[in-house]
């Protein structure tokens, strides 16, 4: 019967992930990466692995498939188009590499398999939340508290890398009045689109440079 | 009964397929999913070891995994709507000198 079921969620979880890999559209792609973290997570419950098949849902295919698909929608990818194969001469090497990578592997298994340490049969009640929290509150809790920090991170680098003016310098001051703000400051990828933008007020520069706007009236040429 | 190295094959399975990914592909945000997807048969690895040798320490690994594939998500794709903002492409072959 778990045998079955194991037969089962594997090979959900094969499916999906090659579908992943064979769909052109990234929007199918990140729906099956779903399926083959759901069918991840059946196999954890069979695991005796509660908490993990639940953070699995709840992480992997609720917050950081939520955060995918919404920028796979925010940035409106097509399909990408398919393109002549390059550097045909490296095929037989990277046949010779796959086999030496599926020799280590079988290896592996090998000594897994006739290991003289053989997994107990007795019912397992490793998995259970309370261990795991005494696990992370006590041995590892040096590594929970940096994960936290980690996390810190994350949050900083990721605001700091979407601001969209990244590139302006920090003394760039709003001059109230009529702006004309060249295209290059606005956005720094456009160099060779010189077309001078013009707005109206000091607010819609300020909205456009994303930086505050200054009562105080400043130099024109520190922008 | 499932054995363990029925866990270890289809989480090597599951890694290779994630590394082909990786390869062939020149979407950023497909490359992306195919990373996640071996981090997954990383975890897949640890929790059967957990189980079958009844240590909580594997898992407890996993915990930590899926807290910095979150924090690799969120820079990750940080990083995707700037070189997007920057190059109006998603390609890899667009982005290849490493500066925006």
Known sequence: MLALLFIIFAGMAIGCAVAVVAQRNPLYSAISLIGVFISLACLYVMLAAPFIAAVQVIVYAGAIMVLVVFVIMLLNVEEEERRRPRLKFLVPVAIGLAAVLVAETSFIMYSVRFSPFTPTENVSNTGLTSQIGTGLFTTYLLPFEITSVLLLMAIVGAMTLTRRSASLSPTARIVPGTQILAMDILTPGSSENLTAVETDTTTEAALLLGVKPRQAPEEDEEI | ?100
């Open chain 2, 1 to 100: 009964m499932p054995q363990l190295w029925w866990y270890l094959a289809l989480s090597a399975v599951l890694f290779t397929i994630g590394v082909v990914g990786v390869i062939i592909k020149r979407n950023v945000i497909a490359m992306f999913m195919c990373i996640e997807l071996m981090l997954n048969a990383v975890n897949l690895t640890f929790v059967a070891f957990s189980s079958f040798f009844q240590d909580i320490n594997g898992q407890l690994f996993v915990f930590i995994v899926m807290t910095v594939a979150a924090a690799e998500a969120a820079v990750g794709l940080g990083i995707i709507i700037t070189i997007f903002r920057n190059r109006e492409s998603l390609d890899v072959d667009d982005a290849s000198i490493l500066k925006l």
